[in-house]
T-cell receptor, first 110, second 115 residues
Framework: DAKTTQPTSMDCAEGRAANLPCNHSTISGNEYVYWYRQIHSQGPQYIIH???NNETNEMASLIITEDRKSSTLILPHATLRDTAVYYC???????????FGQGTRLTINP | DTAVSQTPKYLVTQMGNDKSIKCEQNLGHDTMYWYKQDSKKFLKIMFS???????INETVPNRFSPKSPDKAHLNLHINSLELGDSAVYFCASSPRTGRRNSPLHFGNGTRLTVT
C-alpha cells in the first residue's frame, strides 16, 4: 500500500471548517483513500473513502486532486467532539488490512 | 446493540500469566481482525480471520494465539505475558473484501497492563 504523509497536528476553531491534508504521491490506480479518526480512549471510527471522485457523507467531505496524489478531508462545522487523531490511509482494492500511519492530531478550540 | 464488543475493557495482570480477550461482532461480517496500539499510539495489525480461517499473521510471537469458534467471534489468547505486551488491543470486523473495499468497524479496545 502507498505511504501517506500528514501534518502531525492541527488546530481549528469551533464552528469553522477543518481541512485536513494528506499526501499520497505514490498511490496506484487501484488504491482507495480512506479516512478514519480515533477519539481519545475509543476505537478508530470510519469517516469516508474515495477513489477519484469527491465524496460527501453526513460526517465529512473528501476532496481528491485530479492526479490523486493528495486529498483533503473537510469537516464543515467542527465541534469540540471532533477533537481526535485523523488517519489518512491508502488501501488497495481487495486488500485485507488497513495500515495506519501516525495521523494528524486535530484539536478543536472553543 | 454495540456492533463490535470486546471484553474485558481493562485487564491488569502479572508477568508470566496467561490471559484471554474476547471479541464479538453482530454485524454479520465475514472478516475479523486484531490490532495492537502501543504506548506510542501506533496501530498495527496482528491477525485477520476470514470465516474462521487465518489469513493474516503479522509476525506476532506464537505466545499470541487467536481462536475463532465461529465467524462472529475472534478471541485472543496470550501465554506467558511480558511487560512489552502492555498495550491497547482492538478488535475489528468487515464484510468480505473483494470487488468493493468495505470499511472496518472497530471495538473500543482492551487496555492490557502487565506488571
Amino acid at each position: 500500500d502507498a505511504k501517506t504523509t500528514q501534518p502531525t497536528s492541527m488546530d481549528c476553531a469551533e464552528g469553522r471548517a477543518a481541512n485536513l491534508p494528506c499526501n499520497h504521491s505514490t498511490i496506484s490506480g487501484n488504491e482507495y483513500v480512506y479516512w478514519y479518526r480515533q477519539i481519545h480512549s475509543q476505537g478508530p471510527q470510519y469517516i469516508i473513502h474515495g477513489l477519484k471522485n469527491n465524496e460527501t457523507n453526513e460526517m465529512a467531505s473528501l476532496i481528491i486532486t485530479e492526479d490523486r496524489k493528495s486529498s483533503t478531508l473537510i469537516l464543515p462545522h467542527a465541534t469540540l467532539r471532533d477533537t481526535a487523531v485523523y488517519y489518512c490511509i491508502v488501501r488497495a482494492l481487495g486488500a485485507q488490512k488497513l495500515v495506519f500511519g501516525q495521523g494528524t492530531r486535530l484539536t478543536i478550540n472553543p | 446493540d454495540t456492533a463490535v464488543s470486546q471484553t474485558p475493557k481493562y485487564l491488569v495482570t502479572q508477568m508470566g500469566n496467561d490471559k484471554s480477550i474476547k471479541c464479538e461482532q453482530n454485524l454479520g461480517h465475514d472478516t475479523m481482525y486484531w490490532y495492537k496500539q502501543d504506548s506510542k499510539k501506533f496501530l498495527k495489525i496482528m491477525f485477520s480471520y476470514n470465516n474462521k480461517e487465518l489469513i493474516i499473521n503479522e509476525t506476532v510471537p506464537n505466545r499470541f494465539s487467536p481462536k475463532s469458534p465461529d465467524k462472529a467471534h475472534l478471541n485472543l489468547h496470550i501465554n506467558s505475558l511480558e511487560l512489552g505486551d502492555s498495550a491497547v488491543y482492538f478488535c475489528a470486523s468487515s464484510p468480505r473484501t473483494g470487488r468493493r473495499n468495505s470499511p472496518l468497524h472497530f471495538g473500543n479496545g482492551t487496555r492490557l497492563t502487565v506488571t
